[in-house]
Each structure stands twice: as C-alpha cells, then as structure tokens.
C-alpha cells in the first residue's frame, strides 16, 4: 500500500494521522511501520512512517575504463548531475571513462555533480625545429 492508501485507511476510521518520511533502502513512498500497534482508542494520532528513498547515491566504483556514454547514462539515470571533460592521452582508449570526481564509492547526495574525464586520442605535437 502507497502512504497515500494507508493515511487515507487510518483517518476514515477516526484516528489523526501524523506522517513521518524516513531515508530508507525501499522506494519513496513505501510504509514502513505505523505505531502504536493493538487496540488504541478512536481520535488518538497513529505515526505513519514511510520511506523517502535513499539518503544518499554511491557513485559506482566500476566506471574507470568503461564507455563514457554507458556510465554517463547510468549517473543520470541514478539521479545525478553530470559535466563532462575530454583529456588527450595514449594512455586509454579513446571514449573511456578516465577518473570521476568524486570518486567510485563515494556517497552524494540526488541532484550532486559528477565530474567526469574522458579519453580523447592523443595528438602529436609538433616538434621543435632548430632553425637549420
């Protein structure tokens, strides 16, 4: 049952309800407990408790070397934010996940930034000439 369903349930009996969203790993929205339990005279307040979701999101720690587009898509589908950075270099191929800011494991909070780098081939710098 949604809190809307079971608020709804509870106050057509009589009772005043007092709602409380607690950070849970359930979805938002799902009851998690209502109190007092037993027999409880009509017009006493029942505490609804229900999930507001995750406190926080871990930023996932398998990104590095990934494609860029993939872990950019999983960021945002996880509720975040992200501004992306190219970096030239030999050292990955080209399109992959570098490094993140934060980190793989960190905590953020729904809506935080991620900072991510992404490979671009390296390009040859010209070389210096000696004037002969």
């Known amino acids: 049952m949604s809190i809307d369903e079971v608020v709804q349930e509870i106050a057509a009996m009589g009772y005043a ?30 505490t609804v408790v229900y999930s507001t979701g995750p406190s926080g999101i871990e930023i996932p720690s398998d990104l590095i070397g990934r494609p860029a587009d993939g872990a950019i898509a999983d960021l945002i589908q996880s509720g975040l934010n992200v501004n992306r950075y190219e970096e030239s270099t030999a ?3 080209p399109g992959t996940v570098l490094r993140t800011d934060p980190v793989g494991g960190s905590i953020v909070d729904p809506g935080d930034t991620v900072d991510v780098w992404i490979a671009v081939e390296a390009t040859d710098s010209p070389s210096p000439t000696d004037g002969n």
């Open 17 to 46: 309800v007092q709602q409380e969203g607690q950070p849970s790993d359930e979805p938002p929205g799902v009851v998690l407990s209502v109190t007092p339990v037993g027999s409880v005279p009509r017009g006493s307040t029942v």
């Open 91 to 93: 050292d990955a191929d």
